[in-house]
């Protein structure tokens, strides 16, 4: 045992010290680069899936099929600035009205090996209603436990494209 000053420490625990802990940083590395999708190109297609299985759950109203795509701290911001939680957002899965939707418009950005964020174009009718609802959608992903699961989810509204004329 050294007297509190800087220096006593043998240099055999030191370097010792010193590659342990490299080593586990090595590792740590490792694992996470294994772990971890380069770009956004490589996790696009599983999170454009998720997003459009998440669509296809709710407007078949599979409860228990939705409920692994949403993370417990899931927060779902609607239009009119309510925040809904996860369970919030899963009462409304029973209810789910939609005749038809479609997805289009995909862009995935990751913000880091476990978390991205998907935007897209989303229309749907309800049962019973003769308007195509149209709106613009940002969704947040974070990698947990190795399961892809949504985060977040905003839908911005927009008027319902018109076909563009015939020439």
Same mark, same amino acid.
């Given at each position: 045992?050294?007297?509190?000053?800087? /220096?006593?420490?043998?240099?055999?625990?030191?370097?010792?010290?010193?590659?342990?802990?490299?080593?586990?940083?090595? /590792?740590?590395? #490792? $694992? =996470?680069?294994?772990?971890?999708?380069? @770009?956004? *190109?490589?996790?696009?297609?599983?999170?454009? !899936?998720?997003? $459009?299985?998440?669509? %296809? @759950?709710?407007?078949? $109203?599979?409860?228990?099929?939705?409920?692994?795509?949403?993370?417990?701290?899931? *927060?779902?911001?609607?239009?009119?600035?309510?925040?809904?939680?996860?369970?919030?957002?899963?009462?409304?899965?029973?209810? *789910?009205?939609? #005749?038809?939707?479609?997805?289009?418009?995909?862009?995935?950005?990751?913000?880091?090996?476990?978390? *991205?964020?998907?935007?897209? %174009?989303?229309?749907?009718?309800?049962? /019973?209603? !003769?308007?195509?609802?149209?709106?613009?959608?940002?969704? /947040?992903?974070?990698?947990?436990?190795? !399961?892809?699961?949504?985060?977040?989810?905003?839908?911005?509204?927009?008027?319902?494209?018109?076909?563009?004329? =015939?020439?």
């Amino acid at each position: 045992m050294g007297n509190g000053r800087r /220096g006593d420490t043998p240099k055999w625990l030191a370097a010792m010290l010193l590659s342990a802990s490299l080593i586990g940083i090595a /590792g740590c590395a #490792e $694992r =996470a680069q294994d772990a971890a999708p380069a @770009k956004a *190109a490589d996790v696009a297609p599983q999170l454009i !899936q998720n997003e $459009r299985d998440s669509w %296809r @759950k709710y407007a078949a $109203r599979d409860l228990e099929g939705s409920r692994p795509l949403l993370a417990a701290d899931y *927060a779902d911001v609607q239009t009119d600035g309510t925040l809904l939680d996860r369970e919030g957002h899963l009462a409304f899965v029973p209810k *789910a009205n939609v #005749e038809w939707h479609e997805l289009d418009r995909f862009n995935v950005f990751l913000l880091s090996p476990d978390a *991205a964020v998907v935007t897209y %174009r989303a229309r749907s009718r309800d049962r /019973g209603v !003769q308007e195509t609802y149209q709106a613009d959608v940002t969704a /947040g992903w974070s990698l947990r436990n190795g !399961q892809w699961v949504a985060t977040f989810y905003r839908e911005t509204p927009t008027p319902p494209e018109t076909p563009a004329a =015939a020439e």
